[in-house]
């Protein structure tokens, strides 16, 4: 579309099948989005279960078993629970696992309740009652951010229909106006300037994904 070269689209494949490596980022991202939902319904499962009078050992299992119901067996969440009882039941500490977890998944809530509950551990405190109510807490920043997500919905799919659209414009002016764009592919001073386009395009579709980017 900017240079109308076939040479150089050519030379330009490699980039192309380097794409999914650029979009690793992107995806875990997106994995990281969805564990840290499925991690506030857990934690809110656990904090009822903790109010209720359980260990903490058995409010997790019940957790476990409310994360199967509604996610299933393989989903991420219920596999983390799984491995993190399995870390009990070898006398690891749940501090310890819970520290495990956060460092894995990169989600910054899990950090924060695993710090909250060393801290209560070590300081002695009411450690049911601080980690419910720490539990609480969290997932109601996690349905913030959710809300804020679903609010922001048709604001991220305007941007992708907005960067689609100088596309089908060029594609458009070539179909129904053919040598239009001529003088921007065949002299110099129309390569520089499509190559400023590019540049600009891509700095555009950057600067509005940043715009829209929730931090999770």
Same mark, same amino acid.
């Given at each position: +579309?900017?240079?109308?070269?076939?040479?150089?689209?050519? %030379?330009?494949?490699?980039?192309? *099948?380097?794409?999914?490596?650029? %979009?690793?980022?992107?995806?875990?991202?997106?994995?990281?989005?969805? *564990?840290?939902?499925?991690?506030?319904?857990?934690?809110?499962?656990?904090?009822?279960? %903790?109010?209720?009078?359980?260990?903490?050992?058995?409010?997790?299992?019940?957790?476990?078993?409310?994360?199967?119901?509604?996610?299933?067996?393989?989903?991420?969440?219920?596999?983390?629970?799984?491995?993190?009882?399995?870390?009990?039941?070898?006398?690891?500490?749940?501090?310890?696992?819970?520290?495990? =977890?956060?460092?894995?998944?990169?989600?910054?809530?899990?950090?924060? =309740?695993?710090?909250?509950?060393?801290?209560?551990?070590?300081?002695?405190?009411?450690?049911?009652?601080?980690?419910?109510?720490?539990?609480?807490?969290?997932?109601?920043?996690?349905?913030?951010?959710?809300?804020?997500?679903?609010?922001?919905?048709?604001?991220?799919?305007?941007?992708?229909? +907005?960067?689609?659209?100088?596309? *089908? +414009?060029?594609?458009?002016?070539? *179909?129904?106006?053919?040598?239009?764009?001529?003088?921007?592919?065949?002299?110099?001073?129309?390569?520089?300037?499509?190559?400023?386009?590019? %540049?600009?395009?891509?700095?555009?579709?950057? +600067?509005?994904?940043? =715009?829209?980017?929730?931090?999770?």
């Amino acid at each position: +579309m900017f240079y109308r070269s076939g040479l150089l689209f050519f %030379l330009s494949l490699p980039v192309g *099948l380097c794409y999914p490596l650029l %979009l690793k980022e992107e995806l875990k991202k997106k994995r990281r989005e969805e *564990l840290t939902l499925q991690f506030k319904d857990a934690i809110l499962f656990l904090a009822s279960c %903790l109010n209720a009078g359980y260990s903490v050992e058995n409010a997790f299992s019940e957790a476990l078993k409310e994360t199967d119901r509604l996610y299933g067996k393989e989903s991420m969440i219920s596999g983390e629970i799984r491995l993190l009882l399995h870390k009990i039941r070898l006398n690891r500490t749940v501090g310890d696992a819970l520290l495990n =977890f956060a460092e894995r998944s990169g989600i910054r809530d899990v950090r924060s =309740f695993a710090e909250v509950f060393l801290a209560a551990r070590e300081s002695g405190g009411e450690l049911m009652k601080i980690i419910a109510r720490t539990a609480e807490i969290i997932s109601e920043k996690i349905r913030i951010r959710e809300d804020i997500l679903t609010a922001t919905a048709s604001r991220r799919l305007e941007q992708k229909i +907005m960067s689609a659209i100088p596309v *089908l +414009m060029v594609v458009y002016l070539e *179909l129904t106006s053919p040598g239009y764009f001529d003088l921007l592919y065949t002299t110099g001073i129309g390569r520089i300037l499509m190559t400023v386009c590019l %540049l600009v395009y891509l700095a555009s579709l950057q +600067m509005a994904k940043k =715009f829209l980017e929730i931090s999770v």
